[in-house]
């Protein structure tokens, strides 16, 4: 257990870049809670808020050193499973339905890390097989962001705030001329120190003035205590029963599926920290697959009880990761650990953010920038590392089209697809431990 201020230091500039980039996503869902899950405002907000909370236990509790996220790609197969006549606006049904994903997932991850069985699948996938699931992560994410109509379009919404936005973040968090340039620049040094927040700050004005951004200022605090009694009346299995035997096993294959992508995931979590690690030999991440089955699990199970909806409990923020690792793999005179940076990020788990509604509301028009950036980042990030792990020609063309289904199919076809190509072309002794080694 790691405890704010005694295990962790404080960091002024991932605090700041987490209050603006946590906060305005983990509003993201907030719209459906109210729209299709018949929420009101403020129990929408406690919702998300104790989501945000249990995504923190990661670090906390178990020491995974990941900045957690969603699944984000599982959601749109989540809400259209809820929204199927067999759920659609029965809200106790829906809530129910949640809670029997959340479980089978907990299931599936804490079987796999309490046998092992999810440690050694990792180890077992060959690194064009790894490298496809990373760039399909990339080219997901790119064709998210241009997606007409989408949430995290932001390019469409507020195609000149927007723009500027992505791009500040983008160059500062990656630029290399900029990194010469502001070697012996301190002013220019601090700036980039802050890393994502410059961006939203100079997005969010200009958003302002160009009518872009719409802010809608509520002065209130959130009564917490009023919101989750009638949070916990409507939502939780205690109080309007558990799910039934049917609805565990028809949300069965929808957990599966999104095992998939926790694996790629995980995969693309391990990679990036042992891509970085040669950079600070003074500090040695664990990285224990079985654990972060179990953690992610153990949260599942905690959120299908007070805050049920499924995809909100995965083990990985790519965008974020690459921020946060990028800074921590510059020195300890910059971070002393990367758990200062993933805990300060997160606001040490406390959720003083929700409360403030003047906070959240004026937070909630950058929802679209806060998915661009933390998109385009991921996108970038990705190809990098993906591009890195495969070195032979015909490994890349597999790792290419494995990437493609990946990004385009479901991810259970997806999976299907690369295994065949990657068979077909690489041999089923890439497979072997002795040879990805």
Request: aromatic share 12%.
């Amino acid at each position: 257990m790691r405890i704010p201020l005694i295990h962790l230091r404080f960091s002024l500039s991932n605090m700041l870049q987490g209050l603006a980039v946590a906060g305005a996503t983990g509003m993201a869902l907030v719209p459906y809670f109210i729209a299709l899950l018949g929420l009101t405002f403020e129990e929408a907000v406690t919702m998300a808020m104790f989501h945000s909370t249990l995504i923190s236990f990661s670090w906390m509790f178990f020491g995974d050193p990941y900045a957690p996220g969603w699944l984000t790609p599982a959601i749109p197969f989540v809400v259209a499973f809820i929204t199927t006549p067999a759920y659609l606006g029965d809200h106790t049904s829906q809530f129910q339905a949640m809670t029997a994903l959340s479980l089978n997932f907990a299931f599936i991850l804490i079987f796999l890390g309490v046998t092992g069985l999810g440690a050694k699948l990792i180890n077992i996938v060959p690194n064009v097989f790894k490298g496809g699931i990373i760039l399909g992560a990339a080219v997901a994410a790119f064709l998210r962001v241009t997606k007409d109509g989408d949430a995290a379009n932001v390019f469409q919404s507020a195609p000149i705030a927007g723009t500027l936005g992505v791009l500040i973040c983008l160059v500062f968090a990656f630029s290399k001329p900029l990194q010469v340039y502001a070697a012996n620049k301190m002013w220019l040094l601090k700036l980039l120190g802050l890393g994502l927040l410059p961006g939203f700050l100079v997005a969010g004005t200009v958003g302002y003035f160009t009518g872009e951004f719409q802010y809608n200022i509520r002065w209130e605090i959130l009564d917490v205590g009023s919101a989750t009694a009638s949070l916990w009346a409507k939502v939780s299995p205690f109080a309007i029963g558990w799910p039934p035997i049917e609805t565990f096993a028809s949300s069965f294959p929808l957990a599966l599926i999104t095992y998939i992508l926790f694996f790629g995931d995980l995969v693309t979590g391990n990679e990036m920290i042992e891509q970085a690690q040669p950079s600070r030999v003074d500090e040695t991440l664990e990285l224990d697959s079985s654990r972060a089955h179990i953690a992610t699990g153990i949260r599942n199970v905690l959120m299908s009880i007070i805050a049920p909806f499924f995809a909100t409990q995965g083990v990985l923020w790519t965008g974020i990761q690459v921020v946060l690792l990028k800074g921590w793999s510059e020195g300890r005179e910059k971070v002393d650990s990367i758990f200062d940076s993933i805990g300060s990020f997160y606001a040490f788990g406390l959720p003083l953010l929700f409360v403030i509604l003047p906070f959240v509301t004026l937070l909630e028009p950058l929802l679209p920038l806060a998915l661009a950036v933390t998109l385009v980042l991921t996108a970038f990030a990705c190809a990098t590392l993906a591009l890195s792990l495969v070195h032979d020609a015909t490994e890349r063309g597999a790792m290419v089209i494995t990437a493609m289904a990946f990004s385009v199919f479901e991810p259970w076809l997806g999976l299907l697809v690369g295994i065949i190509v990657i068979v077909a072309l690489c041999g089923i002794k890439v497979f072997s431990p002795q040879q990805d080694s």
